[in-house]
């Protein structure tokens, strides 16, 4: 249990369709266990090799793009009188969900993210956390997602 007593569910955000049902389905588990979200979602700098140095020209626009992203994303779902709270933290998004999953008791992301190839079952991501999260994982899917 959450600090306060309460079921802690984490769940990763990136604006993707599989993190926005990771959320909802999120929202209602913990509505049906009295219990809490807690959206986290992630941003790093891009790899930068000599001679692109000049083509970042904001490093505050990395953090704001995520903490809009997430912001959208709490907009759409129907928090069902479910406690929600946000993170936004620099870092890639297995570790920083990892460090969140620490007082979780239940970690939730969808099987695909923003980025890799779109014909794995479970992206890199999922799979890391499935792997060494400290807390049970739930990997979302459409079961509409093609298998191959």
Request: aromatic share 4%.
């Amino acid at each position: 249990m959450g600090g306060n007593g309460m079921f802690r569910i984490v769940v990763g955000v990136d604006g993707s369709a599989p993190s926005r049902r990771a959320l909802e389905w999120a929202v209602e588990e913990a509505r049906l266990r009295n219990g809490e979200v807690h959206a986290v979602t992630a941003w790093a700098f891009p790899p930068v090799t000599v001679g692109m140095e000049g083509l970042i020209h904001d490093p505050d626009l990395f953090p704001q793009v995520a903490r809009r992203l997430q912001a959208e994303a709490l907009k759409r779902v129907e928090n069902k009188g479910v406690p929600i709270s946000g993170e936004v933290d620099q870092g890639t998004a297995a570790a920083v969900l990892l460090r969140a999953a620490e007082n979780a008791d239940l970690l939730v992301v969808g099987s695909r993210g923003l980025g890799g190839f779109t014909g794995l079952l479970l992206g890199s991501v999922s799979t890391q956390l499935v792997h060494h999260s400290p807390s049970p994982v739930l990997v979302v899917r459409s079961g509409r997602e093609p298998v191959e």
